[in-house]
């Protein structure tokens, strides 16, 4: 997940930013939403830098604090898919995921 944000996502939302550059106003929550990925993907790297090394522990971490770090993500990236024009969003939206087999 670290690495679709850091590959694909933040540099989609730098270029969908960038093109808000000369009228600000239009650009709604996007910054504060960009933001907020960047903040919750360096969270997410914290966090697996803690991971512990015996299993029972690990799954105990995994369910209690890597779960709930990665839906926060996934809550900002889930905004930024619906801000962001859709030509730029690296990954497959909901939408043709659950639907492309109609088109």
């Known amino acids: 997940m670290i690495h679709m944000m850091n590959?694909?996502?933040i540099p989609a939302c730098a270029k969908d930013l960038a093109k808000y550059e000369c009228c600000k106003e239009l650009a709604g929550k996007r910054t504060e939403?960009?933001?907020n990925i960047v903040k919750e993907t360096e969270k997410l790297k914290d966090v697996m830098q803690k991971l512990p090394s015996d299993l029972k522990e690990e799954a105990t971490f995994?369910?209690?604090t890597v779960l709930p770090t990665m839906n926060a993500l996934r809550e900002q990236v889930d905004m930024a898919e619906g801000l962001m024009e859709s030509?730029?969003?690296?990954?497959?939206?909901y939408e043709s995921l659950i639907y492309s087999h109609h088109f």
Not at 87 to 93: F, I
């Open 87 to 93: 030509g730029l969003y690296p990954y497959p939206n």
């Open 62 to 64: 995994l369910l209690e």
């Open 33 to 35: 939403v960009y933001a």
């Open 7 to 9: 590959t694909g996502i």
